[in-house]
C-alpha cells in the first residue's frame, strides 16, 4: 500500500485564498437506448476548508451522481472538479482511487463497512491503505473507536452492531487518516430519529474539532441546521446557493 | 497479513462449503492427471529397465528378417569377419505358475558376455563351463530366488507358449550394485543353448549384440558389416529399436493423459464457477473497497491470492490422492499394455519429479487459469454504493448478442480446426476445447428460451412456486448461467465419452460377429492377448486336423517382420472357401483381390496399417524376407479392429515361399456337418491331453473372450469417467448450494411473508431441479458433439479406425438424472438451513 502516499497527485498546491473545493460548469449525461439524459447541467461550486455544506435534494435529483463526481468514482461529460489544487478530472482512474483514499473520507447511507474485518480493523483499513501500518496508528484508531462510543467494540464484527452503532463506525472510519474532505451520503437514512441525531451531533462534532471539510448530500431538510451553507440540487442545476445558516 | 488479505481469509472461513468445494474440485482434477502420469511413467520406466537389462551396453542389434535369425550369422562375424564384441542373444518369456508370475528369460554366451551385461554372470561362484555344458540349467538372480523360494540344486518349472518344461537351479547371481539389482528383476539368465531348446528355435537367435564406436572408425566397421551380412539380415541401432516399441504405446497414453485432462477441464470449471460465484457474491463488498481508495489492481491480488490458496491446498492434496489412485491405475494401464501391445511388469511406481511438478503446475496454473476472468471481473466493480443486482443482470442481458456471436466464432474455429488435415491429435483436442467454450458462451441465450418454453409447464405443475422457481433462473442469469454451464460441460464431457466407448464396442462386436465364421479357435496362451505369435507344436496340430467331426482346419501364423515401414505385424492365413465372408474392404475390390492374394503377388492391409503409413491400394509395401528385401503390391484395405498399429496380410503359400518358419499361430477348424460344437471341442481338448496347455474355444467363448479383453483395456476410460461425474456431481452440488445460500435473505423475506418451511423447501428444489434438468438437457447436445469428435476425429487420429456412431438411449437418460438428481440434492442442505433458520437473523443486515 506504500505507492498510495507516493503517487496520489496530493493536495497543498492549492494558492492562499483559493477555495478547497472548485468545481466549473459540471455537466453529465447518460445513455438510456436511444435516449441521452443529462443528470447535471453545469454545475458552478466552491466550498471552502473547514466549511460544512449541506446539499439537498428530491430522489433523482443527481446527489448521487454529484457525490461520484466530486470523489473521483465518476468522470464528468464535461467541466472539472478541483480539489486541494488536484483537477481530478485530469487523472487517471488509478491516481483517482490513489487520491481518494489519501484525501477523502466516506460515510454512506448503508454504513458500508467491510464485513469480513472487525471493527478496530475497519477503521484501519484507510491507514493501512494508505501505508500506514505502525502501532501508533492502531492506538489512533483505537482513539477514534473511543471517541465514537465505540471502545469497548474493537474486536466485534460488523453484523453483532446496531445501525447507529455502525455509522459511528463509519464516522471513525472517515476520519481516521485524516482526510481533505468528508463525504457524507445520506448519513442519517437508515436510522430512527433519534440516532439520528446522535450520529449527527457526533460526525458535526468531530469533524469541526478536526477542523475538516464536509460535504453532506441528503433529502432530510433537518440537516440545514447543522451546516455552514445549504445547497439545494433542482433539476441538475444548483439553484439556491445563497442560504446560510448562522 | 494486511486486512485486505485478512479479510479475503475470512471471507473463505465464512464460506466453508464454497472454499472446500474449491479445494476438492481442484484435488480431483489433480489427483486424475498425476495419477495417470504416474501409471504412465511407471509403465514407461518398467518398460526402460527392462530394455536396458536386456540390451546393456550393446550401441547396435543384428536382426534376422523376422523375430529371430540363424545362429550362423553369430559364427560367421566372430569367425570370418573377426568381429569383437560380439554377443549371441536368445529372449522370450516365461509363465511360473506356482507363483503367478512372468520372467523375462535371457539366453546369452557366459564368456561373450562381459562387455555387455556384466550383471550377467557376477558372483555366482558357478563354473560357467560346467554350466554351459549342462542343458535345462538356469540361473536366478537374487530377487527371483527370493520370490520363487528356490535355491541352487532345486528344479523349477515354467509353461512356455502353454508347454510345461522343468529347469534346474544352477546358480544365483548376486550383482554388487543397485543398477545390476535393478536390471535383474523379473530376469532368467540361461545359456543360449537352453534357451534355443527352451522356446523350440534351435539354431536360431534373437538378435546378435555389438558394440561399435560413434567414431569415423565404428562407422567404416558398421558399413564393412552391413557389406558381408547375408540377405533378410540388417544391424539397427539399440536406441532405435526400443524406441520402436516405446511408440507402439504413444497413441493410448496420450489418449489416457488427453482423458485426465477432461477431468482437470472439468475441474477448472468448477473453479471458474466457484470463484465468480464468489466475487459476483462479493460485488457491493469490492465496490465498498473501491470506493474507500482500493485500487484495481489490489482488488485482482486479493482475489488471485484467495484463489492460489485454493489451488495451494487442493494441489497438495490432489498429489497425495493421485499417489493412491496411481497404486491402481498403473496396475489397469499395465493390464492393457499387455493385453494388447507387450509384456510389461511393473512392480513399483517411479515417483518422477516431473510429474509432480506438472501436478503443482497444473493445479495452481489450471485454478489461476479459471479464476483469472472472474478476477478481472472483480476490478471492474463500481466504486458505489449504489450498484444494484438489476443492473448487474441488465449487463449480462447486453452482453447476450456478443455472447452469442463469441460462441459461434469459436464453434467455427473449433470446427476449422478438426477439418484441419493430418494425424495431430493434440490439435484435435485444441479444438475440442475451443467447441466446448463455444457451447459454454451460448448458454445464457439458450437458458433465456428454455426457461421461457419451461415456465409455463412449471406453473400448471407445481403452481406459483414453479412460476417463481423458473422466474428466479432468468432473474438471476448472471449467477445461474455460470453454474448451469459447468454442469453442462461436466455432464456432456461424460456422455461423450461414454458414447465413444460404446460406439467402439459395437464396432468390434459386428467386426467380431462377422470375422469369426469358424466354429473352433485353437491357440497357444499367448502372453499379450493380441499378439498371438506363439506356435502351436507341429505333432499337436496335426492330432487337432485328424479329429474325428473336424471337417476342415485352416492356419494362422502371426509374427513380427521388419518392413520399409518398421516393424510390421504379419499375419499368413490358409484361406477357407468362405473367408471372402470374414472380411470388409474399405477399399479394394473383393472379386479381384483374393485371386491375387492367393497367388501371393499382393498382400493385403488393415485399416489402421493404411492411416498410420499413407498406404493405398496399389502401393508398394517392401518386407524384409529370409529372401531379402521383397515388394508386395497391397490389393486392398480391410476394416480390422484387432490391433491398432495395423496388420499385413499375406496367403500361407506366400508365406513359406519367403519365410523358413513353419510355425501355426492358431487354428480356425470347422465342425463336420451334424457335429456338435461343445463336444467337439470337449473332444478336442481330450486329445490334446498335457502335451501342451491350448485355448480351444469355441465361436462363442472366442467371442466373449474378445469381448471381455475389449471391457478390460476401457476399464481405465470407465474409471476416468466415473472421476468425471464425479467432479460434475461435486461441481453441480457446489455452485447450486452456494447459489442457494446466498439467496438466504430473499428466502427468509418469503419466510417472514408466509412460506412455510415445507413450502420452501419445494421452491428450493424446484428451482435446483430446473436448473439441473436445463443443464441435463444442454448437456446432450454438446456431449453427442464430443462424441462424434472423439469417434470420428481422435480415434481415426490416434488409431486410424474408422467406428460406427452408437448412441444409447439409456446413457442419454442416464446424464440427465445425474444432473437432476446433483441439482436437487444440493438444494437439500440450503433448504433444510432456511427451514430451520429464524428469519429475522437472515434479514439483518450484515
Do not use: C
Request: proline letters at 4%; aromatic letters at 6%.
Amino acid at each position: 500500500m506504500a505507492d498510495g502516499t507516493t503517487h496520489a497527485p496530493g493536495a497543498g498546491r492549492r494558492r492562499p485564498g483559493e477555495p478547497l473545493i472548485a468545481v466549473q460548469g459540471l455537466t453529465k449525461r447518460y445513455r438510456e437506448g436511444e435516449h441521452e439524459r443529462e443528470v447535471l447541467r453545469g454545475v458552478d461550486l466552491h466550498i471552502d476548508a473547514g466549511e460544512l455544506v449541506v446539499l439537498l435534494g428530491r430522489s433523482g435529483s443527481g446527489k448521487s451522481t454529484f457525490l461520484n463526481l466530486i470523489s473521483g468514482i465518476d468522470l464528468p461529460t464535461s467541466g472539472t472538479i478541483t480539489m486541494g489544487g488536484t483537477n481530478l478530472t485530469a487523472l487517471s482512474e488509478q491516481e483517482r482511487t490513489l487520491f481518494r483514499r489519501q484525501h477523502i473520507g466516506f460515510v454512506f447511507q448503508a454504513f458500508n463497512l467491510i464485513p469480513t474485518l472487525t471493527v478496530a480493523e475497519n477503521v484501519l483499513l484507510p491507514l493501512e491503505l494508505n501505508g500506514r501500518t505502525g502501532a501508533d496508528e492502531q492506538r489512533q484508531a483505537l482513539a477514534y473507536l473511543a471517541e465514537v462510543g465505540l471502545g469497548d467494540r474493537a474486536g466485534s464484527f460488523p453484523d453483532r452492531l446496531s445501525g447507529g452503532e455502525q455509522q459511528r463506525v463509519a464516522i471513525a472510519r472517515a476520519l481516521a487518516h485524516d482526510p481533505l474532505l468528508i463525504l457524507a451520503d445520506e448519513p442519517t437514512g437508515n436510522l430512527d430519529v433519534r440516532t439520528a441525531a446522535q450520529v449527527m451531533a457526533l460526525l458535526d462534532r468531530l469533524v469541526r474539532q478536526a477542523g475538516k471539510t464536509m460535504l453532506v448530500v441528503t433529502h432530510d431538510p433537518d440537516l440545514r441546521a447543522l451546516a455552514d451553507r445549504v445547497l439545494v440540487l433542482e433539476e441538475g442545476r444548483i439553484v439556491d446557493a445563497a442560504a446560510t445558516v448562522a | 497479513m494486511s486486512l485486505l488479505t485478512r479479510s479475503s481469509m475470512r471471507y473463505l472461513r465464512r464460506h466453508p462449503w464454497l472454499a472446500g468445494l474449491s479445494v476438492l474440485g481442484v484435488a480431483l482434477g489433480v489427483a486424475v492427471v498425476v495419477a495417470i502420469d504416474l501409471a504412465n511413467v511407471s509403465a514407461q520406466r518398467a518398460f526402460e529397465q527392462s530394455a536396458e537389462r536386456v540390451t546393456g551396453r550393446a550401441t547396435h542389434h543384428v536382426v534376422g528378417a523376422g523375430t529371430d535369425l540363424d545362429e550362423r550369422v553369430y559364427r560367421h562375424l566372430r569367425v570370418d569377419l573377426g568381429v569383437r564384441p560380439a554377443a549371441p542373444v536368445v529372449e522370450g518369456y516365461v509363465t511360473v505358475p506356482s507363483a503367478g508370475r512372468t520372467y523375462q528369460v535371457l539366453g546369452v554366451d557366459p564368456f561373450a558376455e562381459a562387455p555387455f551385461r556384466p550383471y550377467v554372470g557376477a558372483g555366482t561362484g558357478v563354473d560357467l563351463a560346467t554350466f554351459m555344458a549342462t542343458p535345462g540349467t538356469v540361473l536366478l538372480p537374487e530377487p527371483a530366488q527370493a520370490a520363487l523360494g528356490r535355491t541352487v540344486g532345486d528344479t523349477l518349472v515354467v509353461q512356455v507358449e502353454g508347454i510345461t518344461r522343468t529347469l534346474r537351479v544352477a546358480g544365483i547371481l548376486r550383482p554388487d550394485d543397485a543398477y545390476g539389482t535393478r536390471a535383474l528383476e523379473n530376469l532368467l539368465v540361461m545359456d543360449v543353448g537352453t534357451a534355443q531348446e527352451l522356446f523350440g528355435r534351435v539354431g536360431r537367435l534373437s538378435r546378435i549384440d555389438l558394440i561399435l564406436p560413434d567414431t569415423p572408425a565404428g562407422e567404416a566397421e558398421l558399413e564393412r558389416l552391413r557389406a558381408a551380412l547375408p540377405p533378410g539380415t540388417e544391424i539397427i541401432r539399440s536406441a532405435g529399436r526400443t524406441e520402436t516399441i516405446r511408440q507402439m504405446t504413444r497413441a493410448f497414453t496420450l489418449n489416457l493423459t488427453a482423458l485426465s485432462l477432461l477431468a482437470l477441464v472439468v475441474g477448472m470449471f468448477l473453479i471458474y464457477n466457484t470463484i465468480t460465484f464468489s466475487v459476483v457474491q462479493r460485488r457491493f463488498l469490492i465496490g465498498r473497497m473501491r470506493a474507500l481508495g482500493v485500487t484495481r489492481r489490489e482488488v485482482f491480488r486479493m482475489i488471485t491470492g484467495e484463489v492460489l490458496l485454493i489451488g495451494a491446498v487442493g494441489t497438495v492434496l490432489g498429489l497425495g490422492a493421485g499417489l493412491v489412485l496411481a497404486q491402481g491405475l498403473v496396475q489397469l494401464v499395465t493390464r492393457t499394455i499387455n493385453d494388447l501391445y507387450y509384456v510389461l511388469t511393473v512392480r513399483e511406481l517411479t515417483l518422477a519429479p516431473l510429474t509432480l511438478a506438472k501436478g503443482v503446475g497444473l493445479g495452481l496454473g489450471a485454478t489461476l487459469l479459471a479464476a483469472l476472468p472472474p478476477a478481472r471481473e472483480a476490478t471492474h466493480a463500481a466504486p458505489q454504493a449504489a450498484l444494484r443486482r438489476s443492473q448487474e443482470e441488465t449487463n449480462l442481458r447486453d452482453r447476450l448478442p456478443r455472447l452469442v456471436t463469441a460462441g459461434v466464432v469459436l464453434a467455427v474455429l473449433g470446427v476449422g480446426l478438426l477439418l484441419v488435415p493430418g494425424q495431430r491429435i493434440v490439435l484435435s483436442y485444441v479444438a475440442l476445447l475451443s467447441v466446448i467454450i463455444a457451447f459454454a458462451l451460448v448458454t445464457p441465450a439458450v437458458i433465456l428460451v428454455l426457461a421461457h418454453v419451461l415456465r409455463p409447464g412449471m406453473g400448471r405443475l407445481f403452481g406459483l412456486l414453479g412460476r417463481m422457481a423458473a422466474r428466479g433462473i432468468v432473474a438471476t442469469l448472471s449467477r445461474t448461467a455460470v453454474a448451469i454451464a459447468a454442469l453442462m460441460i461436466a455432464i456432456a464431457a461424460t456422455v461423450g465419452v461414454g458414447v465413444m466407448v460404446d460406439s467402439f464396442r459395437a464396432t468390434v462386436e459386428t467386426w467380431l460377429g462377422y470375422s469369426l465364421q469358424a466354429d473352433v479357435y485353437v491357440q497357444p496362451p499367448s502372453l499379450v492377448f493380441r499378439r498371438g505369435d506363439a506356435t502351436i507344436s507341429p505333432p499337436v496340430a496335426g492330432v487337432l486336423q485328424r479329429t474325428p467331426g473336424v471337417q476342415a482346419a485352416y492356419s494362422v501364423r502371426s509374427r513380427d517382420v521388419r518392413s520399409s515401414e518398421g516393424p510390421t505385424h504379419l499375419v499368413a492365413i490358409s484361406r477357407a472357401a468362405d473367408t471372402y465372408r470374414t472380411f470388409r474392404f474399405q477399399r479394394g475390390d473383393p472379386e479381384r483381390i483374393w485371386p491375387a492374394f492367393d497367388e501371393g503377388r499382393t498382400v493385403i492391409v488393415s485399416e489402421p496399417y493404411s492411416y498410420r503409413h499413407g498406404l493405398g491400394v496399389g502401393d508398394t509395401l517392401r518386407l524384409q524376407t529370409d529372401r531379402g528385401e521383397r515388394s508386395f503390391v497391397i490389393a486392398g484395405i480391410f476394416y480390422d479392429y484387432g490391433d491398432d498399429r495395423g496388420v499385413v496380410m499375406m496367403s500361407r503359400a506366400a508365406y513359406e515361399r519367403f519365410f523358413d518358419d513353419r510355425g501355426l499361430s492358431g487354428l480356425a477348424i470347422y465342425a463336420a456337418p451334424g457335429q456338435d460344437v461343445d463336444a467337439l471341442v470337449e473332444r478336442l481338448r481330450e486329445r490334446v491331453g498335457g502335451r501342451q496347455a491350448l485355448l480351444i474355444r469355441s465361436n462363442r467363448a472366442l467371442r466373449e473372450a474378445s469381448m471381455e479383453v475389449f471391457d478390460r483395456t476401457f476399464t481405465i476410460t470407465a474409471v476416468l469417467r466415473l472421476l468425471a461425474v464425479v467432479v460434475a456431481f461435486i461441481g453441480v452440488l457446489s455452485a447450486l448450494m452456494a447459489l442457494q445460500l446466498e439467496r438466504a435473505r430473499e428466502l427468509a423475506v418469503l419466510r417472514v411473508n408466509g412460506l412455510t418451511p415445507g413450502q420452501l423447501w419445494r421452491y428450493v428444489t424446484l428451482q435446483t431441479g430446473l436448473m439441473g434438468l436445463v443443464a441435463g438437457l444442454l448437456s446432450l447436445p454438446l456431449g453427442l458433439v464430443l462424441a462424434y469428435v472423439l469417434v470420428f476425429v481422435i480415434n481415426k487420429r490416434s488409431f486410424g479406425w474408422t467406428l460406427q456412431f452408437e448412441v444409447p438411449p439409456a446413457l442419454l437418460g442416464q446424464a440427465v438424472v445425474v444432473a437432476l438428481v446433483a441439482a436437487v440434492l444440493a438444494g437439500l442442505y440450503p433448504a433444510w438451513k432456511m427451514a430451520r433458520a429464524n428469519p429475522a437473523l437472515a434479514l439483518r443486515d450484515e
